[in-house]
Nanobody
Framework: VQLVESGGGLVQPGGSLTLSCAATANGKIFSVNTMGWYRQSPGNQRELVADISSRDITNYADAVKGRFTISRDNAKNTVYLQMNNLKPEDTAVYYC??????????????WGQGTQVTVSS
């Protein structure tokens, strides 16, 4: 099982980016419970940005409420993070997480490799 992230990059303050994360496997993925995005900046611990349950119940960190939107496509085992009105303090490596992913190899949590988001003028 792999989580493949895309969409990071450099953007000016006030700009927008959309991150994508697709769960793939050699065999079938039967289900994924909660999918989410975390971020980590230098000198800081990894923190939750947003997550979304299999029933589309969402949860956001206070710092991103009203600016970021998380969504998922269960048919594609993909989670998205639409980030608007980006601020320099949003600069970090963003990691995708798939919780309780059930596949032919069993049930486990998985992490993506991380994608850099830099907000700077």
């Amino acid at each position: 099982v792999q989580l493949v992230e895309s969409g990071g990059g450099l953007v000016q303050p006030g700009g927008s980016l959309t991150l994508s994360c697709a769960a793939t496997a050699n065999g079938k993925i039967f289900s994924v419970n909660t999918m989410g995005w975390y971020r980590q900046s230098p000198g800081n611990q990894r923190e939750l940005v947003a997550d979304i349950s299999s029933r589309d119940i969402t949860n956001y960190a206070d710092a991103v409420k009203g600016r970021f939107t998380i969504s998922r496509d269960n048919a594609k085992n993909t989670v998205y993070l639409q980030m608007n009105n980006l601020k320099p303090e949003d600069t970090a490596v963003y990691y995708c997480n798939a919780g309780r992913l059930r596949s032919i190899v069993g049930t486990a949590d998985y992490w993506g490799q991380g994608t850099q988001v830099t907000v700077s003028s």
